[in-house]
């Protein structure tokens, strides 16, 4: 599979390197590709970098690692590039202000989501979002006690939903599939709730789990 990575951090280069391991090609975009020129010398023949526009136009599925409040404005730029694919939607609206007692804050109302902003702005893309409720130390195979942690997707295809789920096993995760686009409004908040033990205990190496009889 060719996957194009918007975004030049963190989780961008997690999931860069994650989709590499497995195999794939991979196109990570930046405003300015040249500070990836350190990370695609150690990245091996099937990695690339690019703008954000030739990563999205060279995956057959983009993964969208930018920060929350650059996120519409970064999908509104790649236009038709992602048109009719899978878009990995990795982000959090998290605000430019500083956490209160460890709860991040959010730019997002409770009955809105990121997600379907980002949908509303590129209607043809097939958005899920998933990766967005763990640290990205922990996206890619974590080794955890009590076996494999669940992430949470939801997104409007299901087929798009399909695909990103076998993402997720290869990534050692387990995919609980929570529905359509509105449901973001639930799962980004995850976001929330896992930074408060980083910000109050420095613990940051937790996945959720979800448990059934
Ligand atoms: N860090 C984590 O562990 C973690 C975990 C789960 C989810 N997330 C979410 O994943 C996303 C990426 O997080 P991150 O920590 O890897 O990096 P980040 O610092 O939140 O974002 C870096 C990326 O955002 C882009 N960006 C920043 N300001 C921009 C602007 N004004 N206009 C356009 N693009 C801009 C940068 O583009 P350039 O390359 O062009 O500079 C870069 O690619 C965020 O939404 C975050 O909430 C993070």
Known sequence: MKVGVLGSGAV??????????????????????GKL????????????????AEAARFGDVVVLAVKGTAAVETVAGV????DGKVVIDATN??????????VVRFFTGPNESLLEALQLRAPKARLVK??????????????????KPTMFICGADADAKRQ?????????????DCGGAEAARAIE?????????GFLKNDWTHAFKLLRP
């Open 12 to 33: 961008g280069k997690v999931l860069a390197d994650g989709f590499l391991k497995h195999g794939h090609d991979v196109m990570r975009g930046s405003r300015d590709p």
């Open 37 to 52: 020129a350190d990370w695609k010398a150690g990245a091996g023949a099937k990695a690339r970098t690019g703008s954000m």
């Open 79 to 82: 236009g038709p590039a992602v």
């Open 93 to 102: 609206p998290i605000a430019d202000a500083p956490p209160t007692n460890g």
């Open 130 to 147: 998933a990766f967005s409720c763990v640290g990205n130390t922990l996206m890619v195979n974590p080794r955890l006690a009590g076996g």
């Open 164 to 176: 990103v789920t076998g993402i997720l096993d290869q990534f050692g995760w387990d995919a609980e």
């Open 189 to 197: 908040p995850l976001c929330i709730l896992w930074c408060i033990p």
